[in-house]
């Protein structure tokens, strides 16, 4: 089973389309963990609504705590075999957690997304499957900086997670690429999806864009030595 974790604070515009989508997945093995961390506007209504109805969602109210705080209250609540991070105000194509299934025996996935507004698409180049050995393929900073700086169109192994106590650092950036390079420390089976699937809201900034100069990506590479 899938676990998809879906953080809400104030994103009544598009919360909607986010949940519709996930409603829509073809995907049936999948928990819809919806965390309301504190809206103070209508998302919690919404979150209930959505509940009420498909009986893979389920919702968890809290004290606004921020993003980090969000995710965590989603992972403690998660029951499923991996785990997937959507933005509350992106949305999926139908088929995006049935394609990230396919792989077996696998430790992380990581497929492409497109940006809405620019109407940009970005996807590794084929679909693979692979050891991860030293040779990483996220030596490369360009690499790096498109595939590990976000949590979401990806599905991380639970297991790997709930046993190294992996949980997203407070940090003032670079938490979500501190996280994944701590969690690539723990993956022996690495897969690419070439697709992009996974549809970001770019008109909509929560603070999440990130970029990193040299020295930066040096600092965050270390983890990995």
Known sequence: MISVIVPV????????????????????????????????????????EYVAKDARMKV???????????????????????????????????????????????DFVISGGRFINKGRNYAPQSISKMKVE?????????LMQIYLRTPWGKLYKNSIIQERNLRFAKMIVGEDIEFNLRYLQFVQILAFLSKSLYMYNDDFNQGRRYRMD????????????
């Not at 030293?134 to 360009?142: A, H, R, S, W």
């Not at 040299?214 to 030595?225: D, N, P, T």
């Open 9 to 48: 604070y104030k994103v009544e515009k598009y919360l909607r389309q986010c949940l519709d989508s996930l409603a829509a997945q073809t995907l049936d093995d999948i928990e819809i963990i919806i965390v309301d961390d504190g809206s103070p506007d209508g998302c919690p209504d919404i979150c209930d």
């Open 60 to 106: 968890v109210h809290k004290k606004n705590g921020g993003l980090l705080s969000a995710r965590k209250a989603g992972l403690a609540a998660s029951c499923g075999d991996y785990i997937g991070f959507v933005d509350s105000d992106d949305y999926l194509e139908e088929s995006f957690l049935a394609e990230l299934s396919v792989f077996e025996d696998v």
């Open 134 to 142: 030293d040779d990483l393929p996220f030596m490369d900073e360009q």
């Open 214 to 225: 040299s020295e930066c990506y040096k600092r965050h590479l270390s983890i990995l030595f």
